[in-house]
Structure formats: structure tokens, C-alpha cells
């Protein structure tokens, strides 16, 4: 897995999985998949509090809990483009910030992710905001083994 330079306003995180694309694509709009990764690693995001309206102009809302101290933090953005099972777009309004995932079926049972986002506020940009954005993909990876 690979992450960009947070030097500009734009990131792009790359990783291969070891699951099929169609696999891959639904557990990015199920909350039953996604309250197993969503969020950095030592966060929790409770499954009725997932909220998935899978079309343009649909919503998707997910809340992450900090499981050492409980605090709260809720992602609000509405899907732009979804193209089953090859793309997703989504925008946060609060931000401006627009993440696209493409899933690249390899062949081989494999997937490989593409996610570019932009427009990123500078606190999504640091280090740290990277590691736990990275580790997330981890947890992704991790769950896709478990199905």
C-alpha cells in the first residue's frame, strides 16, 4: 500500500487486495462491511450509525468512535458518480474535500485501489492523518480475508 506527498492538496492511496472487485465494491456501500474498518485503527464505527443512500446525490454518513475515549466524529458526504463495480465518488460539503476510488480488477482474484482525493483540508493532510487513513485500508484488508 501507498500513500502521495501531503505537500498539495491532494492525496492518492493505492492498494492491492486479495478479494474479488465485485467483493471489494460492495463492502464500500454495505454498513454491515463497512462498521469492520471504517476509521483509523483504535476507532469504532457502530453499524446503525452508517447511513448509505447509494446514488447520486445520495448520502453517506458514517460516525467513528475513539475507542480509547469515547469521542465522536461524523463524515457527511453525498455520492457524486457511482459506477458499479468500478468507481465511487463522494464530496463532503462541510469541506469541499472529493474522494474517487476506482477498483481495478487484476485477473487474478485480486483487487487493486485506486483512492484520489482532493481539495483535503490541512488536518487530513499530516502525517498522522495519513498513517490512520492508511491503517484503515489495513483493517479493510484484514476483514477481506475473514470473508
Known sequence: MSDTTAATNELTFTCTLDAPRELVFRCMLEPEHL????????TSAPVDRIKIDARPG????????????????TMHSVYVEIDPPAKLVWTEPASGMTTTSDFIDLGDGRTEVRIHQADIPAMFRTEDARAGFQSSLDRFAAYLTKL
Open 35 to 42: 462498521t469492520h474498518f471504517w476509521g483509523p485503527t483504535g
Open 58 to 73: 445520495g448520502v453517506f454518513e458514517a460516525t467513528m468512535v475513539n475507542d480509547a475515549d469515547g469521542s465522536e466524529h
